[in-house]
């Protein structure tokens, strides 16, 4: 029996309010089981609708603690301003990575530094907004945050701006369908191929680690 090729991971970072959750989600649906989204843990309690296991792990603080001691986490970080921890377990990765997936991580600019440490060759992705201005509207448009939390957010945004030339891709979001259609093209460009019924850089990475981002983890 063959051994499956190894997968690769997919980062994927952008603003809070830039769309990235929509198109990522899009992006798995299209290009089939061989890929999956990570799913992070965090210490932040559930909100309604959230599902153990699909959405989050929620974790308590100590057991958090405990596992980040015990290096079980690929990356973590603590979201300035909330006292939450969010952080990737390496058990979400090393099996769908030896059994030949792709595994994308939405995770913040601070958390893809990390893991840039762990896997140079990773394959990194910023989801822009069409401006601060844009992202700005939308989040207002959501209704659910303070005047402060929009401030805060629209701050961390403009520091994720500024190390999104870390990144090897730079997708503009104007709309889901074409970030999605270019998000895909960029995988193919880099070896992904849909699954067939027969199966299927520790280096200066230039991102800094400053606790402010907290993409893809609201």
Known sequence: MIAAKPGKLVVIS???????STVVRQVIERLGPGIRLSVSATTRPPRPGEQEGVDYYFLSDAEFSRRRQAGEFLECIEVFGRGHWYGTLWTEVRSSLSQGKWVILEIDVDGAGEVLQQFPEAVTI???PESV???ERRLRSRGTESEDAVQRRL????HELQLSDHYEHQVVNVTVDAAVEEICEILRGHGFRAEKASGF????SGFTSQGLGDAGRD
Do not use: D, N
């Open 14 to 20: 952008g603003p809070s309010g830039v769309g990235k």
């Open 126 to 128: 910023f989801i822009r």
């Open 133 to 135: 201005a844009e992202l």
């Open 155 to 158: 701050a961390v945004a403009r």
């Open 201 to 204: 850089r520790g280096q200066e």
